[in-house]
Nanobody, 118 residues
């Protein structure tokens, strides 16, 4: 069974940077989409960025130019480089892997908190 483990969250000042990492244990189905979601306090979970196996990336409008998603298919990892962080980026960030070949399914990580505060 696949499990995702995130790391890299923490407290950062506005304008600072953080790098989130997510590692999958077990065998992932390919092709798939690796993504980062976040859930701000008191709000619903929202998609931040995603990347398909082939490298096509999509970003939430509010993070374009500040966040970069990348993945290593050989290592089954996905990272989110977050620069120029803003107060409104404060949230619990979740890693997700979704596949639709040979059946549809997805798996979630446990979440890592990111707090942007001065």
């Amino acid at each position: 069974q696949v499990q995702l483990v995130e790391s890299g969250g923490g407290l950062v000042q506005p304008g600072g940077s953080l790098r989130l990492s997510c590692a999958a244990s077990g065998k992932l189905r390919y092709p798939n989409t690796m993504a980062w979601y976040r859930q701000p306090p008191g709000k619903q979970r929202e998609l931040v960025a995603s990347m398909r196996t082939g490298g096509e990336a999509n970003y939430r409008e509010s993070v374009k130019g500040r966040f970069t998603i990348s993945r290593d298919n050989a290592k089954n990892t996905v990272t989110l480089q977050m620069n120029s962080l803003k107060f409104e980026d404060t949230a619990v960030y979740y890693c997700n892997v979704y596949w639709s070949t040979g059946g549809t399914g997805d798996v979630w990580g446990q979440g890592t908190p990111v707090t942007v505060s001065s």
